[in-house]
């Protein structure tokens, strides 16, 4: 079989499997710090914990913990807070002078960046940690079996360096693994929520009246239906034609070659719907204040299966995902960057023509992206609606599908490289792997 050779011709390259087994080492350290709680508390009753997490934002933080958020464990934070740092540095590279000069110093400039992101991240853990051990009380209270000054000082240290030393995972995964590590251990937490929700999902479906095993193969379809519109959201490009002129230095021709060009369909990746997630909680805010019929008003995005909360929130993740594509791909910078190297567009003139004429491609070709994406966004509400899990339900759309089909094939694609550059055949007959171009992060 083509899959057995394949694992040999894996198994067969030292420096691949040394990788593989680095990875899957750091990953089952990753998963047993989950588990392990938070010094004074009782983990007999966490049910109000559990509770809080089974839906809702909570859930989402959840499942990006791999379930250390609602286990109170000294990995509950996670990797978040290091990611919203990072999201943070890199809109400051992008409208601070200081910032923008340091991205372009190369090396030393990205180090120097590295540095302010895990100072940055330090400072979000110590609030994040303040504000999760509030909730905890707020859940928990009878768990904590003491609440003193010593526990809430030495609960935040212990949350702060766990967050800290699962970044430290991710770094040596990239380092000496394979794949991306923050995105390959946000990935792992997602797996790891699979296999519970998919027996609950059977457990659920095993009676005559709930539909029965067939209604169970539908849902697994339409499962693989939003994973392959997943995967064409992840993939999809624009291939714009690029020529270079010939240049003829001494007796060697450099040039003269046509290349494309490969512009996203979703540049803004799953960062939209984040975005969007946190826009739609702010009426919680103001549903506790003001009238009645303003708290009616407020009460009515509380449901998220209902009409009006979808369509705003639909709607929101069109608008961010236009925002985000235009801060991230600059169309004067692409321009310059093809100019610089004698490259121009067939029948478009270089300079202001070119980036008029890459901004309108990507304008085009964001409005179908952002509006799939958005479908893909609430994908999950309707699994729920025609009576699936809560639990199973989130892995019909959302942020969660878009980043593990992302990091599947990012690291399915560094494996296939391995082989190729063995001489090996690939992971798949009917061509190489496609990853999320030039992408590095799973957000």
């Keep these: ?42 983990p007999n009753q966490l049910a109000g914990l559990h509770s809080q997490t089974r839906g809702g934002l909570m859930a989402l933080l959840d499942m990006f913990s791999g379930g250390a958020f609602s286990n109170a464990s000294i990995f509950a934070l996670g990797i978040m807070p290091y990611i919203s740092a990072s999201i943070i540095i890199q809109l400051l590279t992008m409208v601070v002078p200081s910032f923008q000069k340091l991205s372009r110093d190369g090396e030393s400039g990205r180090n120097k960046i590295n ?46 360096a766990g967050s800290m030393f699962v970044m430290w995972l991710g770094e040596r995964i990239t380092d000496k693994g394979i794949g991306n590590g923050i995105s390959f251990l946000i990935m792992i937490g997602i797996i790891a929520r699979l296999p519970q929700s998919l027996w609950q999902e059977i457990v659920l479906r095993s009676g005559a009246e709930a539909g029965g095993f067939v209604m169970l193969l539908l849902e697994l379809f339409f499962l693989l239906v939003v994973i392959g519109i997943s ?19 001494g007796n060697r021709q450099y040039g003269g070659v046509r290349q494309y060009l490969p512009l996203k369909v979703n540049a803004a990746g ?57 801060i991230t791909m600059n169309p004067q910078q692409m321009s310059d ?6 490259g121009f567009i067939p029948g478009i003139k270089p300079g202001k023509k ?64 391995h082989l190729m550059m063995h001489h090996y055949d690939g992971l798949m007959e009917s061509g190489r792997i496609k990853g999320r171009t030039g992408a590095t992060a799973a957000y």
């Design 354 to 417: 070119t980036t008029e004429f890459l901004d309108e491609i990507m304008s085009r070709i964001t409005l179908p992206g952002s509006i799939f994406l958005a479908i893909v966004a609430i994908l999950p509400v309707f699994a729920r609606l025609l009576g699936i899990s809560q639990e199973f339900s989130q892995f019909f759309g959302g942020t969660s599908l878009l980043i593990l089909v992302g990091v599947i094939l990012d690291t399915l694609q560094q494996i296939e490289s």
């Design 115 to 160: 540095q302010y992101t895990r100072l940055l991240t330090v400072i979000v853990l110590i609030f994040q940690s303040f504000a999760y051990l509030v909730n905890l009380k707020y859940q928990i209270g009878p768990a904590i079996l003491e609440d003193s000054v010593w526990f809430r000082i030495s609960s935040i240290i212990m949350l702060t």
């Design 1 to 42: 079989m083509r899959i057995v050779e394949t694992f040999k011709n894996i198994w067969k390259i030292e420096d691949l499997r040394n990788r593989i087994l680095w990875t899957l080492g750091l990953v089952a350290v990753y998963r047993l710090g989950c588990f392990i709680m938070l010094p004074g508390i009782d």
């Design 231 to 249: 995967i064409l959201l992840v993939q999809g490009t624009r291939k714009v034609p690029v020529q270079y002129a010939k240049q003829i230095r």
């Design 270 to 326: 799953v960062m939209p719907i984040i975005f969007a997630q946190a826009i739609m909680f702010i009426p919680i805010v103001f549903a506790n204040f003001g009238s009645s019929e303003s708290s009616a008003f407020w009460q009515a995005f509380f449901d998220n299966t209902g009409v009006w909360y979808n369509v705003v929130f639909g709607i929101l993740i069109i608008v961010f995902t236009y925002f985000y594509t235009a």
């Design 337 to 342: 960057s093809i100019k610089a190297q004698n």
